[in-house]
């Protein structure tokens, strides 16, 4: 019976001790709380907010998450979500918080986010976010009534919000041009760059102001702006076996796909696909910008430069005699003597010196507030990605790289991630008309 007894006792000693080990080792006695992230900061809420959590326990597994508002001490279960069984790591969940249904009003209110897990412990994790119900709209208040634009050119509106605003900016139809916050006459404002394309009319190009607070409560209003015709060249260039025999193998080199390709399916190629990748890539460059103003009076204009083409001209390549394809120019080629210096048109940051397909050895300055320029068919670059530059600092010596037939510099001005006629940009009376006196409001 004693024995017995004793077989007893380590029996159930050895079942405790695998009882344990099974709960360790499968992550029953851990005490590591659950995470929970949300996927933005929410500071305050309006008529709707969508919100996505996730939450996530890399021991145990998640077992309960729970998600409610509450204000006036009165609580609204936004999702309740109960995990059957163990082994969930990770899991996110899409909130919808409608203040209206709901019968919230303007003011404060709190969100409170549960997470518990599988341990025997249920550890759990409670985050509570102070928020402000708003659901009033911000108001604009435009600086000047007084807006001219020309075809392919720049526009600015400066303009107040009677709230901090999350996001401003311009919709020229469906493109949109990003704001930015500065101080005009000692208070806060907004300004937009944005360009117009070379074809805009009052007719068909829709101009309007959005502002966005940080509730997403959005206002948007249609500013008088008055678009002038601008009369465009157009000529026809033929495309020679020179040309082809000398330029297309620089290109065919750049691109495997090329090969065994002709000078003119080469061309082809060129002009379309690779024109519009670059295009693409010059507005992943231009994307982000510095947010204050680093440029100062008339751009530079390459020095005693001949303009050998002009922005919005219509280029139709001739092979034997008939029309082959087409381009528009986006900026304006100038010529002097080979190698010529060429200087930052006005003070920036480089941020991209390189090779850029049919620009050649390219240089990209960010001139703030969504300003940029851009110096293509270098010989050779004189600076780096990430180098501040003074206006007439020399930053490189033009040349023939690119799709270039002869040695100049191709220079273009790009306002929002469009490229603009840069002959405004050389004109003292246009910054001054266009600018600067809606900046002294």
């Not at 919808?96 to 997470?115: E, Q």
């Not at 080469?266 to 519009?276: G, P, T």
Request: aromatic share 10%; charged share 20%.
């Amino acid at each position: 019976m004693k024995k017995f007894g004793s077989y007893i006792a380590i029996s159930l000693a050895i079942l405790i001790v695998a009882t344990v080990c099974f709960l360790y080792f499968f992550d029953y006695l851990e005490r590591e709380k659950p995470a929970i992230k949300l996927n933005q900061e929410i500071i305050a809420i309006g008529k709707l907010k969508n919100v996505e959590i996730t939450f996530s326990d890399q021991k145990s597994g998640l077992s309960n998450m729970i998600v409610e508002i509450v204000q006036d001490n009165k609580g609204h279960i936004l999702a309740n979500e109960n995990i059957s069984s163990k082994g969930t790591k990770q899991k996110n969940l899409f909130v919808s918080i409608d203040t209206t249904s709901l019968k919230l009003h303007d003011g404060p209110a709190t969100i409170n986010i549960t997470a518990a897990d599988y341990s025997i412990f249920r550890n759990q994790t409670i985050e509570s976010l102070t928020v402000t119900i708003d659901t009033i709209p911000p108001q604009i208040t435009l600086l000047s009534t007084i807006n001219h634009a020309n075809q392919g050119g720049t526009c600015f509106i400066a303009y107040r919000t009677s709230k901090p605003a999350d996001l401003t900016g311009v919709y020229v139809n469906d493109y949109f041009t990003a704001g930015y916050a500065l101080m005009i006459d000692n208070k806060p404002a907004s300004v937009t760059y944005f360009a117009l394309p070379y074809n805009a009319s009052s007719a068909k190009t829709k101009i309007t102001v959005l502002v966005r607070d940080y509730a997403g409560n959005e206002t948007r209003i249609s500013p008088p702006c008055l678009i002038k015709e601008k009369k465009f060249r157009s000529d026809k260039m033929n495309l020679s076996e020179t040309f082809l025999q000398q330029k297309m193998p620089e290109f065919q080199a750049m691109v495997p796909a090329l090969q065994g390709k002709t000078p003119l399916e080469i061309f082809s190629y060129v002009n379309s696909e690779m024109r519009n990748d670059n295009f693409r890539s010059i507005q992943s460059v231009c994307q982000k910008s510095t947010p204050k103003i680093l440029w100062e009076g008339t751009f530079l204009r390459m020095r005693s430069a001949s303009p050998m083409a002009l922005f919005g001209d219509k280029r139709t390549y001739v092979v034997a005699g008939k029309d082959f394809a087409d381009s528009v120019h986006a900026g304006v080629d100038l010529a002097s003597v080979a190698h010529a210096a060429i200087e930052a048109a006005n003070s920036g940051i480089v941020v991209f010196a390189g090779p850029l397909g049919i620009y050649g050895n390219a240089i990209i300055i960010d001139h703030g507030l969504g300003i940029f320029s851009l110096y293509g068919h270098l010989s050779s670059i004189d600076t780096a990605a990430g180098k501040t530059v003074k206006k007439e600092e020399v930053i490189g010596h033009s040349g023939t790289s690119g799709l270039a037939g002869g040695d100049h510099l191709h220079f273009s001005m790009i306002v929002g991630g469009q490229f603009v006629n840069p002959q405004e940009w050389w004109d003292a009376h246009w910054i001054e008309d266009n600018i600067n006196k809606k900046m002294r409001f």
